[in-house]
């Protein structure tokens, strides 16, 4: 069973500092991965993707991905009281197809 | 980014009846959508793989005949409720992608109630 996994939080961070969120994942023949942002009462919307080893940087988030150690992690830096949402990690189910395996999330609380 | 619409936003219907979700792809082709329901403070679970031109994959758990899907074209899918009763009250979302490998796309979600 092919497995996405996150701690659930809630993660308490303070305003202007980074957040680090982190994801593990079962398959190592993974090859797509993906941060998502999801508030609450709305559908998850796309922070970030990342597809080979290293880090990917877009504005405030960064994405870091070690294939070896199979894990992901996204950092906002200076974090806003905006950025509290629940933060969803995706990985390509493989098997040339197009369906993702969702971790559970973690809920992100900025504090002002 | 692709766009995929989901209509309604929300629904309320009477317990017994039946309610039809749309999902559509608006500037691609997508042969395969999925359908997620999610409820409060929980994670997103998916439901069923929706295949154009042939029958849907449901996941384990989820009845086909209670929730019936259909995907008529490569840019509609939808997602029929039958017999609706309170506890199938959630937040349902359906997604697409347009490459395999690569991100899925949201439509809006429907808040179904049912009362």
């Known amino acids: 069973q092919k497995e996405v996994e996150q701690n659930s939080g809630p993660l308490s961070v303070p305003e202007g500092a980074i957040a680090s969120l982190n994801c593990t994942y079962s398959?190592?023949?993974?090859?797509?991965f993906f941060w998502y942002r999801q508030y609450s009462g709305k559908s998850p919307e796309l922070i970030m993707s990342?597809?080979s080893n290293g880090d990917k940087e877009d504005g405030r988030f960064t994405a870091q991905l070690n294939k070896a150690s199979q894990y992901v992690s996204l950092l906002i830096r200076d974090s806003q009281p905006s950025d509290s949402a629940t933060y969803l990690c995706?990985?390509?189910?493989?098997?040339?197809?197009?369906?993702?395996?969702w971790g559970a999330g973690t809920k992100l609380i900025i504090k002002p | 980014g692709a766009v995929v619409s989901q209509h309604p936003s929300r629904v309320i219907c009477k317990s017994g009846t039946s309610v039809k979700i749309e999902c559509r792809s608006l500037?691609?082709?997508?042969?395969?959508m999925f359908w997620y329901r999610q409820f409060p403070k929980q994670s997103l679970m998916l439901m069923a793989t929706?295949?154009?031109?042939?029958?849907?994959?449901?996941e384990q758990g989820v009845e086909k005949d209670k929730f019936l899907i259909n995907h008529a074209s490569l840019t509609l899918s939808t997602l029929t409720v039958t017999s609706a009763h309170p506890e199938d009250s959630s937040f349902y979302i359906c997604?697409?992608?347009?490459?395999?490998?690569?991100?899925?796309?949201f439509g809006q979600g429907t808040r179904l109630t049912v009362v």
């Open positions: 990342i597809y």
């Open positions: 997604s697409a992608s347009f490459r395999i490998n690569t991100e899925a796309f």
């Open positions: 995706a990985v390509n189910a493989g098997d040339s197809n197009y369906q993702l395996i």
């Open positions: 398959d190592r023949g993974s090859q797509s």
């Open positions: 929706s295949n154009e031109g042939s029958k849907a994959t449901y």
């Open positions: 500037d691609f082709q997508a042969t395969t």
